[in-house]
């Protein structure tokens, strides 16, 4: 709002209605100024955007800090957001319509899908469904509004329970009563836990056929201000109609559904939509060369040796492996998240999971090997890569990505963790230099990549700085190598394309992908000549899968440039 400065002495036929509409219009009008604005504004700012008077500014600023809705910071004589408008806040969720805020989006999502959608709360340890919108196809789902279902074997369930703090899910999975419906449900508690914890990094919850046979659901919370599930939205019906693969596909437009419900009331929605297919920048053909359908193709390293490529599915979870020449795969399912693999000197390999460093042993079960972070359950490790002296680098996030909980951290041979620098949303690629005195680790939730100062012989870091920072149209940066001639090859995620930047972060190369989610990148290749990218599908929507069909694949280009050979764990 930018009234005019000649309205300072006159009255509207409203406001002389009604005294001090005015005053309240203009405060609430400062108040949105403020709230909006990409960085706290001085008074100088918020005078030439309002186009108030400056008595009149001073007077509305002077009143809505004693009120405690706007706070001057007298390190910068800025204004910020006080306590008030949050306290309001709190109230507003409290008094959360969630029926009446889901209405609409409960509809477009019947109509999208063509499937009965149901909306539940917890309620007793169990799931109870509060609202429904049939299907219009004639085959009609039992038990509706008003019933209840088991937590374990119902999506919504899962959903819900998945979001709940570590001690609170745990206690309500132990004290639930895991009965049998189906020879699909679930009935071990370890194992429903282990569920439950991928569900929240997956951001949505599948039953297939465990609550009742010929019947599946995909569901997504509905989240509070406070990250705490209100409830769940779900999408059910008969299982020839919605396959595995329908129901993942499904999971994008189920979390969109639960975050517009929670914006209904609290404007916290958050898009997840990627972004559009930018034209094509040619120069570089670009090929499938295994092909998958990996939720989170992460991690990728090149063993030489064998002739192979290596990475995980953070969210099947499983170890890949994977051979080019002939673009077969092997899956192996791992017994949690596991995030990154890394080869060891001595053979063999260690990986980055939810709960610490851990060896993988022949028969594919794993052992802890070091601690990092084993005391934050709601935290799990990331991206992982070995210096030249063998010492591993792995970063951490919040499995529900909140900004700042996530660190870097150094993994010694002898087991011994050292928290390097914290602070991240999520942490993601790991590169050095040729030189080995420059590292560069990227921050995918603040979409920058960082360079450090780096003491290859004490393994120290310092001075860290911004190295590159990209906008939300452009992208996100997630893994990333260094090639032999210094050049930082990222994997640009939302962005369809990988990006070579020069050392001075400047943009030397793009090169156009057919997908939208490219995650991370490896040299190999006899002469580590081609650059492999992993990929990902999750939480995209059915079209655009379709129109990227090779979401979940591992790709492959001649970059042009040799990368540097990977190093080993020493440990």
């Known amino acids: 709002m930018r009234p005019s400065p000649d309205a300072e002495t006159e009255d509207t036929a409203q406001g002389a209605a009604q005294p001090g509409m005015q005053a309240l219009v203009r405060g609430l009008a400062v108040v949105d100024v403020i709230a909006s604005a990409a960085r706290p504004p001085r008074f100088s700012t918020l005078l030439a955007i309002t186009g108030l008077t400056k008595a009149t500014l001073h007077r509305i600023l002077q009143t809505l800090v004693d009120e405690r809705y706007v706070r001057l910071d007298p390190r910068d004589q800025s204004y910020r957001l006080g306590a008030r408008p949050f306290e309001l806040a709190h109230r507003v969720w409290d008094q959360f319509d969630l029926r009446g805020a889901a209405e609409p989006e409960m509809v477009r999502l019947r ?21 429904q919108r049939e299907a219009l196809r004639p085959v009609r789902i039992a038990n ?5 279902a088991a937590i374990h074997a119902s999506a919504l369930g899962k959903a819900i329970v998945s979001h709940l703090a570590p001690d609170e899910r745990r206690a309500l999975v132990e004290a639930g009563n895991l009965t049998a419906f189906t020879d699909r449900t679930i009935t071990h508690g370890g194992d429903l836990d282990q569920q439950l914890i991928i569900i929240k990094a997956r951001g949505y919850a599948v039953s297939i056929e465990e609550q009742h046979e010929g019947v599946s659901a995909v569901a997504a919370p509905i989240l509070d201000h406070r990250a705490q599930p209100l409830g769940a939205i779900g999408v059910i019906g008969p299982a020839f109609r919605l396959s595995e693969e329908a129901l993942h596909a499904l999971g994008r437009d189920v979390m ?3 975050r517009r419900i929670a914006g209904n009331v609290g404007e916290v929605a958050m898009s997840i939509n990627a972004n559009p297919r930018p034209m094509a920048l040619g120069g570089t053909p670009v090929r499938c060369v295994i092909p998958g359908q990996d939720f989170l193709g992460e991690g990728p390293y090149w063993d030489a040796g064998e002739n192979r490529l290596h990475w995980v599915d953070i969210l099947a979870p499983a170890l890949v492996t994977g051979d080019p020449a002939r673009g077969e ?3 192996t399912a ?7 693999v890394i080869p060891r000197r001595a053979g063999g390999m260690i990986c980055a999971t939810e709960s610490g460093i851990k060896c993988i042993e022949p028969d594919g079960s794993l052992s802890r090997f070091s601690p990092v972070e084993e005391d934050l359950p709601g935290n799990r490790l990331n991206d992982a890569k070995c210096d030249s002296q063998g010492r591993l680098w792995v970063g951490s996030l919040s499995i529900d ?9 150094r993994v010694d041979p002898d087991g011994s963790a050292h928290k390097m620098d914290s602070g991240f949303q999520v942490s993601n690629g790991i590169g050095w230099s040729p030189d080995d005195r420059l590292m560069y680790f990227a921050d995918s939730g603040a979409r920058t990549i960082w360079v450090y100062d780096f003491d290859a012989a004490r393994g120290e870091i310092s001075n860290r700085r911004v190295f590159v920072r990209l906008d939300s149209a452009t992208g996100s940066p997630d893994g990333l190598a260094v090639d032999t001639e210094g050049g930082i090859w990222s994997a640009i995620w939302d962005g369809w394309n990988v990006t070579r930047f020069l050392p001075d972060g400047s943009v030397d190369r793009m ?4 997908v939208p989610r490219p995650t991370s990148v490896a040299f190999g290749g006899a002469d580590l000549d081609t650059l492999f990218v992993t ?7 059915a079209p655009l899968l379709a129109e990227a069909p090779l979401s979940g694949s591992v790709l492959a280009f001649a970059p042009g440039v040799r990368g540097q050979p990977v190093s080993a764990f020493a440990g």
């Open 511 to 514: 090169v156009s992908l057919p």
């Open 256 to 258: 969109e559904a639960a």
């Open 535 to 541: 990929t990902a599908r999750i939480r995209l929507s």
């Open 334 to 340: 791992m017994p949690e998240l596991v995030s990154a």
């Open 111 to 131: 109509d999208l899908t063509q499937e009965t959608v149901r909306l539940g709360i917890l309620d007793s340890g169990q799931v109870l469904y509060i609202d």
């Open 144 to 148: 509706g509004v008003g019933s209840r």
């Open 401 to 409: 990505t909140t900004p700042g909980k996530g660190a870097l951290w």
């Open 329 to 331: 795969r092997q899956a």
